[in-house]
């Protein structure tokens, strides 16, 4: 593709069809073209369908209008609703940050009282949920848990259809927002096989998750300050991140007017996914896998010969550093002030370190992702690695939701159905068995599917 440029400033796109000599206009309205005006693009064939784009994996391909989260990917900067991340992490709370996602704006005095109110008084979760759990093996992953029980959740609030219904919308979103950590930690006491521990509505959203997962005899739990503040730290670092794999498999769920508990199951399933949420897990297998500080020059070298990815490296948007990240990385100090340093961390800093140095990783633009150090701090504050997942998944509820809710809200908006390039057979006749031959060949050419 080549360009020319002449004096004309118009909020246009001129586009020949080389294939017909024809010339069409096209409106440019926020850096974007609308994918539909190309259809009118058509040869003389009456069977044309139209011109398409093609963009596997959506590269260059806006799918909504949003006004939540806003990303500069080659500054490094993140917004929610126009608030930077920095700002957040350090004045507000998790709780503040999913109101502001959700309404658009920071809560006043009498609007928090009532939201944390909302938010804590549905906490507990029915015991029949509860005992879905008792269906698990003792070794079953929290987050494949953390799904089944979320979906779970649709078969216990039948009115959750009701997805143009606001006030029952709300609803649903206080109880989401609320049982999510409820189930994390259950599922975590399953796995450990310890008694549930229930919520204590006297502490805060992360005090009491820390109570869910860790109180044992004592009688009333107190949390460690440094802690608490530490994981509302992570939970406002992960609310949201536009239109990412996970949010954009709640959209396209939600998109079919499906209820927001089995919407929100298919999302935490691609968070789940090494490549997205699960990353930090990953990561701090990855960590252990390379043991020592001397062994990274020779784990950087497989990596760059292709072997495998750095986890917790990259991004499909930050091509500079992620700034969650960079919080994430001070955080580490203030918790390791209270559990005691990481060794882990050393090793992380080192390879950081190589990385950032290598011409492979330069060239790639490739940075520390928020998953690269949010490991080693869950990993101090004793979450088990496979709990990782789901400590990504509490917070990106509200995330979840608020694009949700955008999503039922947009005019433009209807169920979500891609289009394809068909490349395969088409009409023939069907042949019976016995005139098949060997259809080893064949099925290979297939795919062997
Ligand atoms: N280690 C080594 N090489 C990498 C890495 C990595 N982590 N990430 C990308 N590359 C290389 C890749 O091989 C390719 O090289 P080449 O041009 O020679 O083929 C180039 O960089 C571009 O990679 P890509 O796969 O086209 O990039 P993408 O935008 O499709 O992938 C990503 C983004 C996050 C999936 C990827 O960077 C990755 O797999 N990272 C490791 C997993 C990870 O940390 N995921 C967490 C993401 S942040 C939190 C979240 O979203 O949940």
Same mark, same amino acid.
């Given at each position: 593709?080549?360009?020319?440029?002449?004096? =004309? =400033?118009?909020?246009?796109?001129?586009?020949?069809?080389?294939?017909?000599?024809?010339?069409?206009?096209?409106?440019?309205?926020?850096?974007?073209?609308?994918?539909?005006?190309?259809?009118?693009?058509? &040869?003389?064939?009456?069977?044309?369908?139209? @011109?398409?784009?093609?963009?596997?994996?959506?590269?260059? &391909?806006? =799918?909504?209008?949003? &006004?939540?989260?806003?990303?500069?990917?080659?500054? +490094?900067?993140?917004?929610?609703?126009?608030?930077?991340?920095?700002?957040?992490?350090?004045?507000?709370?998790?709780?503040?940050?999913?109101?502001?996602?959700?309404? +658009?704006?920071?809560?006043?005095?009498?609007?928090?009282?009532?939201?944390?109110?909302?938010?804590?008084?549905?906490?507990?979760?029915?015991?029949?949920?509860?005992?879905?759990?008792?269906?698990?093996?003792?070794?079953?992953?929290?987050?494949?848990?953390?799904?089944?029980?979320?979906?779970?959740?649709?078969?216990?609030?039948?009115?959750?259809?009701?997805?143009?219904?606001?006030?029952?919308?709300?609803?649903?979103?206080?109880?989401?927002?609320?049982?999510?950590?409820?189930?994390?930690?259950?599922?975590?006491?399953?796995?450990?096989?310890?008694?549930?521990?229930?919520?204590?509505?006297?502490?805060?959203?992360?005090?009491?998750?820390?109570?869910?997962?860790?109180?044992?005899?004592?009688?009333?739990?107190?949390?460690?300050?440094?802690?608490?503040?530490? @994981? #509302?730290?992570?939970?406002?670092?992960?609310?949201?991140?536009?239109?990412?794999?996970?949010?954009?498999?709640?959209? #396209?769920?939600?998109?079919?007017?499906?209820?927001?508990?089995?919407? %929100?199951? +298919? $999302?935490?399933?691609?968070?789940?996914?090494? %490549?997205? !949420? !699960?990353?930090?897990? /990953?990561?701090?297998?990855?960590?252990?896998?390379?043991?020592?500080?001397?062994?990274?020059?020779?784990?950087?070298?497989?990596?760059? $010969?292709?072997?495998?990815?750095?986890?917790?490296?990259?991004?499909?948007?930050?091509?500079?550093?992620?700034?969650?990240?960079?919080?994430?990385?001070?955080?580490?100090?203030?918790?390791?002030?209270?559990?005691?340093?990481?060794?882990?961390?050393?090793?992380?800093?080192? %390879?950081?370190?190589? /990385?950032?140095?290598?011409?492979?990783?330069?060239?790639?633009?490739?940075?520390?992702?928020?998953?690269?150090? #949010?490991?080693?701090?869950?990993?101090?504050?004793?979450?088990?690695?496979?709990?990782?997942?789901?400590?990504?998944?509490?917070?990106?509820?509200? !995330?979840?939701?608020?694009?949700?809710?955008? *999503? *039922?809200?947009?005019?433009?908006?209807?169920? $979500?159905?891609?289009?394809?390039?068909? %490349? !395969?057979?088409?009409?023939?006749?069907?042949? #019976?068995? =016995?005139?098949?031959?060997?259809? $080893?060949?064949?099925?290979?050419?297939?795919?062997?599917?």
């Amino acid at each position: 593709m080549s360009a020319t440029s002449d004096n =004309s =400033s118009k909020e246009t796109l001129t586009i020949t069809d080389n294939r017909t000599g024809k010339q069409y206009e096209v409106p440019i309205k926020d850096g974007t073209i609308r994918a539909m005006d190309l259809r009118q693009i058509k &040869t003389d064939d009456a069977e044309d369908f139209g @011109l398409m784009t093609y963009d596997p994996a959506f590269m260059n &391909t806006a =799918s909504c209008k949003s &006004t939540i989260t806003y990303i500069d990917g080659d500054r +490094g900067v993140l917004e929610y609703r126009g608030y930077p991340i920095e700002q957040l992490a350090e004045q507000s709370s998790y709780l503040e940050v999913a109101y502001l996602l959700l309404h +658009g704006e920071l809560p006043t005095a009498e609007q928090m009282k009532q939201w944390t109110w909302d938010i804590t008084h549905h906490t507990f979760i029915n015991e029949n949920i509860r005992k879905v759990l008792d269906g698990f093996h003792y070794n079953a992953h929290p987050m494949g848990m953390f799904e089944a029980m979320v979906a779970a959740l649709s078969t216990f609030y039948p009115e959750s259809k009701n997805i143009r219904d606001e006030a029952c919308r709300r609803k649903q979103i206080h109880r989401l927002i609320a049982k999510v950590p409820t189930i994390a930690a259950f599922a975590y006491r399953h796995r450990v096989g310890l008694p549930i521990s229930y919520p204590d509505n006297d502490l805060s959203y992360e005090g009491n998750f820390l109570n869910m997962m860790f109180k044992t005899t004592e009688l009333k739990y107190q949390p460690n300050p440094v802690l608490e503040k530490a @994981l #509302s730290v992570l939970f406002i670092l992960h609310a949201d991140h536009e239109q990412n794999c996970s949010t954009n498999t709640m959209r #396209s769920i939600g998109s079919a007017e499906t209820d927001p508990y089995s919407a %929100l199951a +298919g $999302a935490a399933a691609a968070l789940y996914g090494p %490549l997205h !949420g !699960g990353a930090n897990e /990953a990561v701090l297998r990855m960590l252990n896998e390379i043991g020592s500080i001397d062994h990274v020059p020779e784990y950087v070298k497989r990596v760059k $010969a292709g072997e495998f990815r750095l986890m917790g490296f990259g991004h499909r948007v930050y091509k500079n550093y992620d700034p969650r990240a960079r919080i994430i990385k001070q955080i580490a100090y203030e918790v390791f002030e209270v559990t005691g340093r990481d060794p882990l961390l050393d090793l992380a800093l080192e %390879l950081e370190r190589i /990385a950032l140095e290598d011409e492979y990783f330069v060239k790639r633009r490739l940075y520390p992702n928020v998953d690269f150090y #949010s490991g080693i701090i869950y990993r101090a504050m004793r979450f088990p690695v496979d709990m990782f997942p789901v400590l990504f998944a509490i917070p990106r509820t509200s !995330g979840w939701l608020a694009q949700w809710v955008e *999503l *039922l809200n947009d005019p433009e908006q209807k169920i $979500a159905r891609p289009r394809q390039i068909y %490349l !395969g057979q088409r009409t023939r006749d069907y042949v #019976s068995m =016995s005139q098949r031959g060997d259809g $080893a060949a064949a099925g290979q050419a297939a795919g062997g599917a």
